[in-house]
């Protein structure tokens, strides 16, 4: 049976001259978010202890992240600062299996992919994709369950606050250029089908782990093989040394370690798309004529101040972006939602897929402050105040539990 499921409901350069036209922009987003902590908002969480980091993520600067376990590593809240990109040190990790031996990435050119469901067939190394073409885009890149601690209900799997998103600047080849290498799509085929190159664990059934996830075919006009991010060979904690980017959909289906992609008529059968990263009401089990974890929907949160603030005025930091869509606005409250006053973007904008950046100047006054930011995109639809409860713990854009509460001396 070939389920329609919709999504979520809420709503060219060599790699040189790519390096050097962003490097100041890497450089200056790390220089905002050191100017937070000096302007006296609250600094990145230093850790009482040393934080153990499993080899592959060695490179990560542990005080910025939450380890939740050696597939799971969440961005600090007070370290995602005001920067339009984030530190490739400081993004969060999301892993479904073990990730590959590091071997993988020693000669990341020599990497290939399969392309099927097009009218000529090909395996690929990263070496020929790279002669096909190269694009650079900036997107958001965000776990489905980023949100997922604020559900009452106690939903399985990590509980992430608002750390499991980033914004990152990914450099590859566009899918489309390949697929016009290759002859064009194959008639009758509705869907993207990326498959990891993950090792499967000895006695399982394959469809039962694996990841393999498939998005609708109208990603097509946007989705990149990337091997850079952040102006840097894609590190194995990312997917290198190939990783599929979707740009607004959420990070299960921007496949790591891109082993095999498809055009296919239907979604695949395996556990993680067919019951998996779906929206179901609470109890119930998951199936594939639900909704799929696919576009992003709009969101935003404070980052800082996030405890503390002195009296009078204070600026208020935080991020928002629209998924699929640009954004159009963002409000914020420093009463927990009864009034709103807007804030203005900070930095460049980098297309509809990345993160604003936004701040707005408040005169608090002594006391607690309830603040809370909320997020509008170009086609008006607007952050609600609560969630939509569900299973997993999917999904959660709403406003009120994003909020901080700051004291005011």
Not at 38 to 50: D, I, M, R, S, V
Not at 145 to 150: D, I, K, S, V
Not at 154 to 170: N, R, Y
Not at 287 to 297: I, L, V
């Amino acid at each position: 049976m070939n389920h329609e499921p919709q999504s979520l409901p809420l709503t060219k350069s060599p790699d040189n001259q790519i390096n050097q036209s962003r490097r100041s922009l890497l450089v200056g987003s790390a220089g905002a978010m050191a100017a937070v902590s000096l302007l006296g908002f609250t600094p990145l969480a230093k850790a009482a202890e040393a934080k153990t980091l499993p080899d592959y993520t060695s490179w990560k600067d542990a005080s910025a992240l939450i380890v939740h376990s050696a597939n799971t590593m969440e961005t600090e809240r007070g370290a995602i600062g005001s920067g339009v990109v984030t530190p490739s040190d400081r993004l969060f990790v999301r892993n479904n299996l073990t990730a590959p031996n590091e071997e993988i990435t020693q000669d990341p050119d020599a990497w290939e992919v399969h392309i099927e469901g097009v009218k000529n067939p090909r395996t690929l190394s990263v070496a020929e994709l790279k002669r096909i073409g190269v694009e650079t885009l900036t997107s958001v890149l965000q776990c489905s369950g980023n949100g997922r601690a604020f559900f009452p209900h106690g939903a399985s799997g990590t509980q992430w606050g608002v750390g499991a998103a980033g914004c990152a600047i990914w450099t590859g080849v566009p899918l489309r250029d390949v697929v016009t290498e290759l002859g064009g799509v194959a008639d009758g085929m509705k869907y993207i089908t990326g498959t990891g190159g993950e090792k499967i664990p000895d006695g399982l059934d394959p469809k039962t782990v694996m990841v393999e996830r498939s998005v609708p075919v109208r990603a097509l006009e946007t989705a990149l093989l990337a091997w850079q991010l952040n102006d840097e060979a894609l590190p194995l904690a990312h997917g290198g040394p190939l990783r599929l980017v979707v740009p607004g959909y959420y990070g299960v289906n921007n496949v790591k370690y891109v082993k095999n992609l498809a055009f296919t008529e239907q979604q695949t059968d395996a556990k993680i798309q067919a019951s998996g990263y779906r929206i179901r009401d609470v109890g119930v089990p998951g199936a594939p004529d639900q909704p799929s974890m696919w576009e992003m929907n709009v969101k935003s949160w404070v980052t800082a101040p996030l405890e503390s603030a002195g009296s009078g005025r204070t600026m208020i930091y935080g991020v928002a972006f629209g998924g699929v869509k640009a954004l159009e606005k963002v409000e914020v409250s420093t009463d927990g939602g009864e009034s709103w006053k807007p804030a203005r973007f900070l930095g460049p904008d980098l297309g509809p897929y990345a993160w604003r950046p936004f701040v707005m100047a408040a005169d608090l006054s002594a006391g607690e402050h309830r603040i809370v930011s909320k997020a509008t995109d170009v086609d008006g639809d607007t952050q609600p105040e609560g969630r939509t409860e569900n299973e997993r713990g999917y999904g959660h854009n709403g406003w009120k539990d994003h909020g901080v509460t700051v004291k005011v001396a």
